[in-house]
């Protein structure tokens, strides 16, 4: 449309040309026969009643006002049409707002000659090999400079190990299903409760099918007793029932027939398995 107004003319300078060779005046089916297209009456019309350029007769028809008028749309679009630009901002808005022009950003480079400028890129030496050394190339290279500023790669430093991280997944299974895990980090444990409550005999290679260290200092632990002084009995009658399954046998088992110690159930050993504390 602006290109069409820059060589034709603004659509109500073509409504007022029409209009000005008509001595008595247009009616609107007159005028748009006359132009040869509704949509420039339609829009200039308004405008040129806008610019006082033309009147209505009390008949209806369309008049000329004035004797003649200056195009300045025209003007300005084809100001723009040869420049590519227009020096008055609020006129630039005015006709963007038409839809007679749009703005189109241009982004151009002036490029010159620099200090290190070359036909050719020259070879620079990353490294300084042993080559180099020898052959004394060093004295004369190029080497790349270091940029200290450079960012590394990314370092995975380290990882859940294949069985351990099988074991995290199914720990966290557990959880889910609501278990609890219980603590573990009791590490020293006495011979009775990691052994003989387990029922494994004493002086017995079963006793070595783990890696078993017995503690030195302390020696010995405590007899077995509860958080509470009420347990003591309850502890006392473990402890002699335990005794009696391994000596003699009971609850419907014959036991294991040696002289059971007392001493060695008190040796402190390192807990080979969790058993002992669950």
Same mark, same amino acid.
């Given at each position: ?12 300078a073509?409504? =007022? ?32 009643f806008?610019?006082?350029?033309? +009147? ?8 000329a006002?004035?004797? /003649? ?6 003007? &300005?679009? &084809?100001?723009?049409? +040869? ?20 703005? &189109?950003?241009?982004?151009s =480079? ?6 290190? =400028? ?21 004295? /004369? ?38 278990? &609890?895990?219980? @603590? ?5 444990e006495?011979?009775?409760?990691n052994?003989?409550?387990? =029922? ?16 030195? $200092? @302390? ?24 005794? $009696?399954?391994?000596? $003699? ?9 040696? @002289? ?10 390192l ?8």
């Amino acid at each position: 449309e602006g290109e069409q107004i820059a060589a034709n003319g603004s659509h109500e300078a073509r409504v =007022f040309e029409a209009l000005r060779t008509a001595v008595e005046g247009l009616t609107i089916q007159e005028l748009e026969t006359a132009i040869g297209d509704k949509n420039v009456v339609k829009i200039g019309q308004g405008r040129a009643f806008r610019e006082k350029w033309i +009147s209505k007769t009390p008949d209806g028809k369309f008049k000329a006002a004035k004797e /003649s008028i200056k195009d300045t749309t025209k003007e &300005q679009m &084809q100001t723009i049409q +040869s420049t590519k630009s227009y020096p008055d901002a609020k006129m630039l808005a005015d006709l963007k707002k038409r839809k007679l022009v749009r703005t &189109q950003k241009i982004i151009s =480079f002036n490029i010159q000659k620099g200090e290190k =400028f070359a036909l050719k890129i020259p070879e620079v030496a990353t490294d300084l090999t042993a080559d180099m050394i020898a052959s004394g190339s060093w004295k /004369s290279a190029t080497f790349k400079g270091y940029n200290f500023k450079a960012l590394g790669a990314d370092q995975h430093p380290g990882a859940l190990h294949p069985l351990n991280k099988v074991r995290s997944e199914l720990r966290q299974i557990f959880f889910e299903m609501g278990f &609890q895990e219980m @603590p573990t980090d009791k590490f020293v444990e006495s011979g009775f409760w990691n052994f003989d409550a387990l =029922f494994v005999p004493q002086q017995h290679p079963a006793r070595d099918m783990q890696d078993t260290f017995y503690v030195s $200092d @302390p020696k010995e632990a405590d007899m077995p007793r509860g958080e509470d002084s009420s347990d003591t009995a309850d502890y006392k009658t473990y402890w002699d029932n335990v005794k $009696d399954v391994h000596q $003699d046998g009971k609850y419907s088992s014959i036991g294991y027939r040696y @002289p059971w110690s007392g001493e060695e159930s008190k040796k402190l050993v390192l807990r080979t398995h969790t058993t002992a504390i669950s």
